[in-house]
């Protein structure tokens, strides 16, 4: 099948799930995806699986990479459980049919920007725009969802589609005429109008890779301004993981 009509058929399917109790047992599994970096590519893999089953987080019957690993700000506030802002973004829905399609786009979209952006600026400023991302991402979905529990790398595929955007403008083309602007353009329509996504942690993501490809780009490929960039990103990071705890224990603006 060909590229373009596999990310037609995977298109709706982006989109970081908000997921919270179910009633009927239905919800299959959790999947941990992830890039790993390579010399001239970032490939996604399945890293592990375990059984989501009933419940959320907190609630008795969740499978455990779920109930331990799912961004959830209360457990976060309270419990001091900080690692959630990390893991939240490697863990998918495998449930039928949107979390296969959810998974599957994840990985497809990581592995068609990776192939782009990481021989376009390297290995280490590939990994510091996705890791960056990801924390950006989890700060937007606790300042609008803190309450909701929370798995998917949607924040971070954000962050890489706006970094690839700064990295474009940068090499002297046009990203608005490219199939990364219209990546952008439709799944943010989708992130507003459909239910059950976080718009907090695409927003988030979004923004967060595009200031982090300013930094890493913009200002880090200047002669030796290099450590520059990935202190930005470093500060930026912190600062997300600063907004989270702050806003973990609100009720979200969206409350």
């Not at 949107?98 to 590939?126: C, D, K, Q, S, V």
């Not at 046009?174 to 907090?200: E, H, K, M």
């Not at 290099?226 to 993981?241: E, I, K, S």
């Amino acid at each position: 099948m060909e590229h373009r009509q596999l990310a037609e058929q995977l298109l709706l399917a982006l989109g970081e799930l908000v997921v919270g109790p179910v009633h009927d047992g239905s919800q299959g599994l959790v999947a941990v995806v992830g890039p790993v970096t390579g010399g001239k590519e970032a490939e996604p893999v399945l890293q592990a699986c375990g059984e989501l089953g009933n419940g959320g987080a907190g609630q008795p019957g969740g499978g455990w990479l779920y109930e331990h690993g799912a961004l959830f700000g209360p457990l976060i506030d309270n419990q001091s459980e900080y690692w959630r802002l990390v893991t939240g973004g490697f863990l998918h829905d495998y449930h039928l049919p949107f979390g296969i399609l959810h998974i599957g786009f994840n990985m497809y979209i990581l592995y068609y920007l990776g192939t782009l952006l990481e021989p376009a600026i390297g290995r280490f400023r590939f990994l510091a725009l996705y890791m960056t991302s990801l924390l950006c991402g989890s700060f937007g979905a606790l300042l609008i969802t803190p309450d909701s529990p929370t798995v998917g790398a949607s924040g971070a595929v954000f962050g890489l589609m706006g970094g690839a955007v700064i990295v474009m403008r940068a090499r002297g083309m046009d990203p608005w005429r490219s199939p990364i602007a219209g990546l952008i353009v439709i799944n943010l329509l989708f992130s507003f109008t459909w239910g059950g996504i976080s718009i907090g942690g695409h927003i988030g993501g979004l923004i967060g890779g595009a200031v982090a490809a300013l930094a890493l780009i913009e200002v880090g490929e200047r002669p030796g301004l290099a450590t520059v960039g990935y202190v930005f990103c470093a500060l930026l990071a912190f600062a997300a993981v600063a907004g989270s705890l702050a806003v973990a224990g609100g009720s979200g603006l969206s409350g």
